[in-house]
């Protein structure tokens, strides 16, 4: 195994320790040996470092203040060795165990490519398996009107991010000016076939709750990019997640029942594939918001 290459798994993290265990526990399931893991803590108070503390040996972490989530970004992949970088933040985490083994034998069969990203299981804060979130081939046109790659299911070769990782002027639509500027510069993207990584939904989350936030975000790459933004954008790509959703049943009915390299679970597969065709998430279950005392 030492001729294979060094993968390094980033996370940033700042009061979550209802899910970075498990997040820590889906690098570690992994069945790919050349694999580092550097987190990033903002300061937590949460009881995170003492759950950072009892990590593996092969897990580097610091806790400090920082500027925000790309800032610890970029702050953990100065920290890192690896020559492929995955990215998962410390509420998401790898689908199964062979999520990175996948990954660099994509990196090996097609040494061109920069960018290798897959599909997608959509979670609730309990890790219940909601949907399948499919992931098109690649298509730089559809990626400036509608982002179709979901970070955690993402890995780069580090080679494409010499210039720079993550605009941290960026807090919220981060990962898409990363993915929209590779794109813009040239840098090849495939698409596998494969679940990787998990998203987790629940209204408290950032990319949910900061309305506010992403409507800056998205104005800032429209002028930048010239993406497609607004209330209009917003229809027009409404059916095309609904129309999404249909190769994703395939995927969640082959899926159903594997085992996950998280602490996740699954209910009968008529539900999930019920999900994935008709309901609408903020429906799903465990995907209500919580009691202001009883919010994460």
């Known amino acids: 195994m030492t001729d294979s290459p060094l993968v390094s798994v980033l996370t940033p ?7 970075l265990s498990h997040n820590l526990d889906s690098v570690a399931a992994q069945s790919y040996a050349r694999l ?11 009881g995170s470092l ?36 995955g990215w998962i933040n410390s509420d998401d985490a790898y689908f199964d165990g062979e ?20 599909h997608t299981a959509l979670v609730n804060r309990d890790g219940l398996v909601l949907q399948a979130i499919w992931a098109p081939p690649f298509s730089g046109r559809l990626l400036r009107f509608h982002n179709f790659i979901a970070q955690p299911s993402v890995f780069i070769r580090r080679s494409a991010l010499r210039q720079s990782f993550l605009n941290e002027d960026f807090h919220s639509y981060m990962d898409k000016e990363l993915w929209l500027r ?38 800032r790459l429209r002028e930048s990019y010239r993406v497609p933004f607004g209330a ?21 009915a082959r899926i159903h029942g594997e085992p996950l390299a998280f602490n996740g679970d699954w209910d009968e597969k008529w539900r999930l594939l019920a999900r ?5 998430r903020s429906r799903m279950p465990g995907c209500a918001p919580l009691p202001v005392h009883g919010c994460p």
Do not use: C
Request: charged share 25%; aromatic share 8%.
């Open 276 to 280: 994935q065709l008709g309901a609408r």
């Open 182 to 219: 590779l794109a813009a510069t040239g840098h090849r993207f495939l698409r596998a076939d494969r679940v990787l990584g998990i998203d987790r939904h629940y209204p408290e989350r950032k990319g949910v709750a900061r309305v506010d936030l992403l409507t800056a975000e998205g104005l």
């Open 13 to 19: 993290s700042l009061n979550q320790a209802r899910w």
């Open 99 to 118: 999520a990175v083994a996948y990954a660099v034998e994509l990196f090996t069969r097609h040494p061109a490519v920069d960018v290798v990203y897959g």
């Open 232 to 252: 209009w954008h917003r229809w027009l790509v409404k059916p095309l997640k609904v129309g999404f959703r249909i190769p994703g049943a395939g995927i969640a």
């Open 36 to 46: 580092e893991h550097v987190v990033m803590d903002g300061g937590s108070t949460d």
């Open 50 to 85: 003492d759950i950072l503390a009892r990590a593996r040996h092969d897990v580097r972490w610091s806790s400090e203040p920082d500027k925000g989530q790309s800032h610890a970004l970029n702050k953990a992949l100065a920290k890192s060795r690896g020559v492929i970088i």
